[in-house]
């Protein structure tokens, strides 16, 4: 029985109790579309109480904790779901921007990127390393960079999406590398979750033009559907006065084509997914000539494909095999005054992996997960400057990873149920890691419980930390060591009243051996990456969603975070930790459909103040001062077919001052270094989509 088929089946059972509830209010809550696939019915779920059950019951399923669907109260990690309906009402035209949504999350763009940071911690110079992102529970982040993608340089459009899964804290004794502050589990829809046929346009006054269409065909467990999605962005101009006083940086276009087909039939699956993004970046990376128009390009390809099998071989034994392949390509152009230098960076990932799950209890109260995965991984990097290929600069690294992986869950009484697993990995150029994880679960029914957590993690250094070395910007360090992160949380989680549901956490995380980007100690005119010590971060967490019959819905959630840093065996100092924030919130309110025809949403998103990277000597520069993000969102779901979504992005048109990498630095002849501090994001945007579904 495929994942499909199983949610499908809950929320039928929760619809069918819902059907006497008809008359509590005129229309549905959430529109029926967003809804996870219903298997076939002779009764119509349209009533409110109906579909408020149904919203509710798919905000409680996680799938991409444990590899295997769980409801929140048994999940051994802090865990937010975004779905569709918050997605359509609030206009998220990308991951990034849904997540920012999301308690204790928040985005930063340095145009390069949009760089997710969370609980106080996102280290300048990482292009989401540090975060698992996966795609219907495949692994997004490549073997070069571990660059994982949630703005419009992502494998998966946001009109494909059912909804997201934020899994928080380290899950390595499940997934291995990488997943090692939080997975980012991105689940798209199925063939009856959206329509038939599809296509929308939209244009917005910074993201500029785009176009998305797709299809579905099929049922619940045989069915195909595909997507294609096309951008191309206008940008804006802003100032630098460290790179350019004299005026706007105006390069910041670029352009978007993202494509996918996926499919079910019966226990088979399998997914193609493709991307290729272009970046103009406006602040002169890694000292090209601000004067040239653009000063930096950045491309990025990716192409994952997956394909596999779950079979039930018995009422309590089901096993799944998978294979996967994962080609990607990153390259850059760095336009100087009298000369182009490009990068390249391959990778090129084949794996697979063997999964079952049997439950040792025929009451489905003790069970036992167990799998073992395995890779191979090309990749070579490339650098040289143009009509100089002879005298390119080529590093090539290839590796495999084996992990093998087992974890036990029960629940031997009501209201206390337990998880502990563990997973080993070997790095065949790296190391080799044991990850191991444990959680218990005290609860009263689905009303109120506490979940006390543990849980170890590892990252490998990327080949590009590692092993990259172009002559020009950076050097290699061929003995970086992997990062290791030790998490402890209790987590407080409570559902008063029907349609709230509350999360109170207390979290402590501490990261050894944290790779950064610095200047090498041999010649500080080039960048490398370097294992430097210690990260802390401790604090509370709080988080709740609120939907009613009538139509309203709201949500909001702040973090309180504490962060130190130190070098390896000195004492953890706190307070000036770079680009870590001590509070960070979230909130927003959508009503229902006014006149039947409109939601009208509003959401606000505050970063505190943020520490900036010191000088060459040391001392402090000016700090990233705190942000307030306004938003607002009209957004009509169907009119004969039509669907409209009008939105203001940043209404108070205030920029965030980001924390710059040392990537935006300068290095003048015969002169110091300039260090570029903080990186403006972007100002007000104002945009619209306009849909038609059949």
């Given at each position: 029985m495929t994942p499909h088929v199983r949610r499908a089946i809950i929320l039928a059972v929760v619809l069918s109790q819902g059907v006497?509830?008809?008359?509590?209010?005129?229309?549905?809550?959430?529109?029926?579309?967003?809804?996870?696939?219903?298997?076939?019915?002779?009764?119509?779920?349209?009533?409110?109480?109906?579909?408020?059950?149904?919203?509710?019951?798919?905000?409680?399923?996680?799938?991409?904790?444990?590899?295997r669907e769980q409801s929140?109260?048994?999940?051994?990690?802090?865990?937010?779901?975004?779905?569709?309906?918050?997605?359509?009402?609030?206009?998220?035209?990308?991951?990034?921007?849904?997540?920012?949504?999301?308690?204790?999350?928040?985005?930063?763009?340095?145009?390069?990127?949009?760089?997710?940071?969370?609980?106080?911690?996102?280290?300048?110079?990482?292009?989401?390393?540090?975060i698992l992102v996966l795609v219907d529970g495949a692994t997004v982040n490549e073997a070069w960079g571990a660059f994982g993608g949630v703005g419009w340089d992502g494998?998966?459009?946001?009109?494909?999406?059912?909804?997201?899964?934020?899994?928080?804290?380290?899950?390595?004794?499940?997934?291995?590398?990488n997943a090692f502050f939080a997975i980012i589990n991105i689940v798209t829809r199925g063939a009856l979750e959206g329509s038939r046929a599809w296509g929308r346009l939209g244009v917005g006054s910074i993201s500029g033009g785009s176009a998305t269409a797709g299809f579905a065909q099929g049922g619940v467990d045989k069915q195909i559907r595909g997507s294609v999605l096309v951008l191309k962005r206008i940008g804006e101009g802003a100032r630098i006065d460290e790179i350019d006083?004299?005026?706007?940086?105006?390069?910041?276009?670029?352009?978007?084509?993202?494509?996918?087909?996926?499919?079910?039939?019966?226990?088979?699956?399998?997914?193609?997914?493709?991307?290729?993004?272009?970046?103009?970046?406006?602040?002169?990376?890694?000292?090209?000539?601000?004067?040239?128009?653009?000063?930096?390009?950045?491309?990025n390809y990716q192409l994952l494909a997956e394909g596999g099998h779950t079979r039930e071989l018995s009422k309590r034994l089901t096993v799944t095999g998978r294979g996967y392949l994962n080609l990607y390509r990153y390259h850059d152009r760095i336009y100087y005054t009298?000369?182009?230098?490009?990068?390249?960076?391959?990778?090129?990932?084949?794996?697979?992996?063997?999964?079952?799950?049997?439950?040792?209890?025929?009451?489905?109260?003790?069970?036992?997960?167990?799998?073992?995965?395995?890779?191979?991984?090309?990749?070579?990097?490339?650098?040289?400057?143009?009509?100089?290929?002879?005298?390119?600069?080529?590093?090539?690294?290839?590796?495999?990873?084996?992990?093998?992986?087992?974890?036990?869950?029960?629940?031997?009484?009501?209201?206390?149920?337990?998880?502990?697993?563990?997973?080993?990995?070997?790095?065949?150029?790296?190391?080799?890691?044991?990850?191991?994880?444990?959680?218990?679960?005290l609860a009263n029914e689905e009303k109120y419980g506490l979940k006390l957590l543990y849980a170890e993690g590892f990252r490998n250094p990327s080949a590009f930390e590692g092993y990259f070395a172009d002559g020009v910007d950076f050097s290699a360090n061929p003995?970086?060591?992997?990062?290791?992160?030790?998490?402890?949380?209790?987590?407080?989680?409570?559902?008063?009243?029907?349609?709230?549901?509350?999360?109170?956490?207390?979290?402590?995380?501490?990261?050894?051996?944290?790779?950064?980007?610095?200047?090498?100690?041999?010649?500080?005119?080039?960048?490398?990456?370097q294992n430097v010590g210690v990260y802390v971060t401790q604090g509370v967490e709080a988080e709740a969603t609120y939907r009613t019959s009538g139509g309203w819905y709201a949500f909001g959630g702040a973090a309180l975070a504490r962060v130190g840093s130190g070098a390896a065996g000195a004492a953890v100092e706190y307070g000036n930790v770079v680009n870590a924030p001590k509070v960070t919130a979230a909130g927003g309110v959508s009503t229902p459909k006014l006149l039947d025809r409109a939601h009208i949403s509003a959401a606000a998103v505050f970063v505190s103040r943020r520490e900036t990277r010191p000088d060459d000597n040391g001392d402090p520069l000016p700090s990233s001062r705190g942000w307030l993000g306004l938003d607002a969102t009209?957004?009509?779901?169907?009119?004969?077919?039509?669907?409209?979504?009008?939105?203001?992005?940043?209404?108070?048109?205030?920029?965030?001052?980001v924390p710059a990498p040392g990537d935006f630095d300068r290095f003048p002849e015969m002169a110091p270094a300039v260090i570029v501090p903080k990186l403006p994001g972007e100002g007000r945007e104002v945009f619209v989509k306009v849909g038609y579904s059949h």
């Open positions: 006497a509830l008809r008359a509590w209010a005129d229309g549905p809550a959430v529109d029926v579309q967003d809804l996870p696939p219903l298997p076939p019915a002779e009764d119509e779920p349209s009533s409110s109480a109906t579909v408020l059950a149904a919203a509710t019951a798919e905000e409680d399923i996680v799938v991409g904790a444990a590899k929140l109260g048994n999940v051994a990690s802090a865990v937010t779901v975004i779905t569709a309906d918050r997605i359509r009402r609030f206009g998220y035209r990308t991951v990034a921007e849904a997540l920012a949504g999301v308690a204790g999350v928040y985005i930063q763009d340095t145009r390069l990127t949009n760089q997710v940071g969370i609980r106080g911690v996102q280290i300048p110079g990482g292009f989401n390393s540090r494998l998966v459009s946001i009109d494909d999406i059912a909804r997201i899964e934020v899994i928080r804290g380290p899950v390595g004794a499940v997934y291995g590398t006083p004299t005026r706007p940086l105006e390069s910041d276009g670029g352009d978007t084509v993202i494509a996918a087909v996926a499919g079910t039939y019966g226990g088979s699956f399998g997914q193609v997914r493709a991307y290729r993004s272009v970046r103009e970046i406006p602040f002169a990376p890694y000292d090209s000539d601000p004067a040239n128009t653009p000063p930096f390009e950045l491309f009298d000369d182009v230098f490009l990068d390249y960076g391959d990778a090129r990932t084949l794996g697979a992996e063997v999964r079952g799950r049997y439950e040792l209890r025929a009451d489905g109260k003790l069970g036992v997960t167990a799998g073992a995965e395995a890779n191979y991984n090309q990749t070579e990097s490339r650098s040289y400057t143009e009509g100089d290929r002879a005298n390119a600069v080529v590093v090539p690294l290839d590796f495999s990873i084996q992990g093998i992986y087992s974890e036990l869950d029960g629940q031997p009484l009501p209201w206390l149920g337990f998880t502990g697993g563990v997973r080993f990995d070997n790095n065949t150029k790296i190391a080799s890691r044991i990850s191991p994880r444990a959680a218990l679960f003995n970086i060591k992997p990062e290791t992160v030790r998490s402890f949380e209790g987590v407080l989680w409570a559902r008063p009243i029907t349609g709230l549901s509350t999360r109170l956490s207390a979290f402590y995380w501490k990261a050894r051996d944290v790779i950064e980007q610095l200047p090498d100690p041999a010649d500080d005119t080039l960048l490398q990456f009209i957004y009509v779901p169907d009119i004969k077919g039509f669907d409209v979504t009008l939105g203001v992005r940043n209404i108070l048109g205030k920029r965030d001052e």
